[in-house]
């Protein structure tokens, strides 16, 4: 028992080959899938052929509305003769702008709180677990209404840092819930008993041992947050149009929908594929975190 | 003053007690423990599961204990009491001053950290050492330790190293800072037996170069012997003999040592289990019998030992401390023992007279 895996060996193999090959094959399909429609979304001007998401061909004599998936436009066009191909993709930057930004403040200020409380407890824990509980009961819905009515505007800047601040909450309590058990932990004490400074453990010892399960839970909130936008948008309370989003696609294509029911599948299939994979690679993730911490 | 300061005990601890308030009660689990240590030398602390060995150790160095505990007493390091200090102060000590190794060394390195950073990370901020500094410090603190191929173990994370080699790492790092008092809780209880000696001997090595005083704090008395310069048994939060090792195994006065000594042919079972040859268990904390703790399970038992606790006094050799009335091989202690067998005492019943250790030449540890 006195040599484990030879640790020379292990660190030759770069880690990402590491890291693929004990992916089932889903999972593969589904990193694959995110990691394309993020590409695309990021680099939608540069693909060469798209079309511009709101030429509106029919009014220039340039093809027509309610076109079927075929050789000009793959996926067809709406009802306004629009590539759906290219709105779903400028339509992916809303959806997945929104869902960074909820990842993005949940992990940055949720993980950094929930882990900070988690590990010094006492007062601050209960003050901090108040205004998250505060928070948590407040309806989104009506904080959304609120705030774009104040500022009279609904861009994807508003909705992006709403729906960011309405994340921080339940990222705080699964980082508290992770930092409480992690901070009782041998290491940590082990470390104190060698004169390490508070912040240092908290910074050296806790949050990144915090991180992992965060961000496993990151990727299923992700999915929520698609979703949620999705309803946003249906309900037309997302960006305003004719800036594309998946929900706001799915709710223009009701109007025409006994004769052509594409501009509602595509985006709906892009929503679907998405969660699911975040989903999948979440779950994955986490797995993989619990075998290890049972494996130490 | 410093030559009197140099010729003061490095930790003197007296009368130590330690309290966990919980929703049943006040769990007395350290309950007046007075013993000194002289620099450089070593100290055994043994006892079964829940004796307090652990709760004794933590409240010396002040870690740990949670927020529903009182500690009373004092614990002088260097002259000045532990238990009076500041967050801060005491963060001065531990490390560079007090160091501990703890019983599983699964846990005690951080699972993300790579060997190197958990060994130097210290040493840095002491010493302000510059990377390749700090990786010389590194592969020396390893060698010392004799962890085979330092280079290639410092990349190491460590769920990539055998228990014992983490165990070597756990010491590596308790040292780094050359800390004048080491705590080892039940260092080995966690490794195989064959690694148990080796890490066993790398402290008593480490601790004999560096000339740093050792608690060894374990259940198994085999594991002091030859060891430790004293040997405390604890029993039930309280001291029950106290005395030079060596003469602890040539004269073991208490019935609960005799007791430990019995089982140590058995020493194989893992930490935290009630020993198979002491019938019944131990006390419960918060309500502790009000005469000599161990009667309820000590073989020569009396009615004077169930009415008043016996005090820690010196008995012949003056180093060698002993609370129980009728020490093991008096003649009370044979008529007690014969009294309590005829009667049908489980406890007395359960001693194999044929293995009992006797002072005049039986097993020898
Ligand atoms: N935080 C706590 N709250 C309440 N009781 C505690 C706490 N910590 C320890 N105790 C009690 O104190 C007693 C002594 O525990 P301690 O851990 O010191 O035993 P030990 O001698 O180290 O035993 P072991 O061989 O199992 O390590 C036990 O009865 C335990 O239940
Ligand atoms: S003989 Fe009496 S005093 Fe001594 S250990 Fe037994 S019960 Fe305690
Ligand atoms: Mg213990």
């Known amino acids: 028992m006195d040599t484990a895996v030879d640790p020379a060996v292990a660190a030759r193999r770069p880690w990402i080959r590491r890291f693929v090959a004990k992916m089932p094959w889903v999972t593969r399909f589904c990193a694959s899938w995110l990691i394309v429609i993020v590409a695309a979304a990021v680099f939608a001007d540069l693909i060469p052929g798209l079309a511009d998401p709101n030429y509106q061909g029919f009014l220039f004599g340039d093809g027509a509305t309610n076109e079927g998936p075929g050789l000009s436009h793959f996926l067809g066009t709406d009802n306004n003769s629009r590539d759906i191909l290219a709105r779903i993709v400028y339509g992916a930057r809303v959806s997945l702008t929104v869902a960074l930004a909820a990842v993005f403040m949940g992990v940055v200020f949720g993980g950094f709180f929930g882990s900070l409380v988690g590990f010094v407890r006492g007062k601050t824990d209960s003050t901090v677990m108040a205004v998250v509980d505060v928070i948590l009961a407040f309806p989104g819905l009506v904080l959304l209404l609120t705030v774009v009515t104040l500022l009279g505007r609904r861009d994807l800047v508003v909705i992006a840092t ?7 909450p339940p990222y705080t309590r699964v980082a508290r819930a992770n930092a409480l058990s992690i901070s009782r932990r041998e290491f940590v004490t082990a470390a104190r008993a060698i004169g390490t400074k508070k912040r240092t453990i908290l910074f050296r010892e806790v949050i990144p041992n915090v991180l992992p399960t965060l961000l496993a839970y990151a990727m299923v909130n992700a999915a929520v947050i698609i979703l949620l936008e999705g309803a946003l948008a249906f309900l037309g309370l997302s960006v305003e149009p004719p800036t594309s989003s998946w929900g706001t696609m799915v709710n223009a294509s009701r109007v025409d929908l006994q004769i052509n029911v594409w501009p509602a599948i595509w985006p709906s299939l892009a929503l679907v594929f998405t969660v699911y994979s975040l989903n999948n690679v979440g779950d994955w993730l986490r797995r ?6 049972a494996a130490l | 003053m410093p030559d009197n300061v140099a010729n003061s005990p490095l930790l003197e601890v007296d009368d130590l007690r330690t309290t966990f308030t919980i929703p049943t009660g006040d769990v007395k689990a350290v309950r007046g423990v007075s013993f000194t240590l002289d620099r450089g030398r070593t100290l055994g602390i043994v006892g079964e599961s829940g004796s307090g060995k652990t709760v004794l150790a933590r409240s010396i160095m002040r870690l740990n204990l949670g927020t529903n505990v009182t500690t009373t007493g004092t614990a002088a390091f260097d002259g000045n009491d532990v238990l009076t200090r500041s967050p801060s102060e005491m963060r001065q000590l531990w490390g560079s001053e007090m160091a501990m190794v703890f019983q599983d060394p699964m846990t005690s390195l951080n699972p993300l950290v790579r060997v190197q950073r958990q060994v130097t990370e210290h040493l840095c901020r002491h010493l302000n050492l510059n990377r390749s500094e700090a990786r010389q410090a590194a592969v020396d603190l390893l060698r010392e330790v004799r962890i085979p191929d330092p ?12 228990g014992g080699m983490r165990q070597r790492v756990c010491i590596a790092v308790a040292l780094a800072c050359e ?15 064959t690694v148990q000696h080796q890490i066993l001997n790398l402290l008593s090595r480490e601790q004999a170069d560096r000339e740093m005083a050792m608690v060894l704090v374990t259940h198994d008395l085999g594991v002091v012997a030859g060891r430790t310069d004293d040997t405390m ?7 029950a ?8 195994f040539a004269d073991m006065r208490h019935p609960y040592s005799e007791a430990l000594m019995r089982s140590i042919p058995l020493t194989s079972f893992p930490s935290h289990t009630r020993l198979a040859a002491i019938t019944g268990r131990p006390p419960d904390l918060i309500d502790p019998p009000t005469g000599c703790a161990f009667s309820p399970r000590c073989p020569y038992v009396q009615d004077h030992c169930v009415n008043e606790a016996p005090p820690l006094v010196e008995i012949d050799d003056p180093a060698h401390r002993l609370a129980c009335w009728t020490p093991v091989g008096s003649p009370e202690a044979l008529t007690a023992f014969e ?5 049908g005492l489980p406890q007395a019943v359960a001693v194999d007279v044929s293995t009992t250790w006797s002072p005049t030449g039986g097993v020898d540890g």
């Open chain 2, 339 to 343: 009294k309590n067998l005829a009667a």
């Open chain 1, 288 to 293: 993989l975190r619990s075998v290890r911490s």
């Open chain 2, 151 to 162: 280079d290639t173990r410092l990349r190491s994370f460590p769920h990539e190293l055998s």
């Open chain 2, 233 to 239: 048994v604890m029993y039930a939060g309280t001291v």
């Open chain 2, 241 to 248: 003999e106290y005395a030079p090792t060596v003469s602890l």
């Open chain 1, 162 to 168: 709403v729906i960011g601040f309405l994340s921080i």
């Open chain 2, 179 to 193: 800390p004048s008092l080491l705590f080892a809780d039940e260092p080995t209880t966690a490794l195989d037996v």
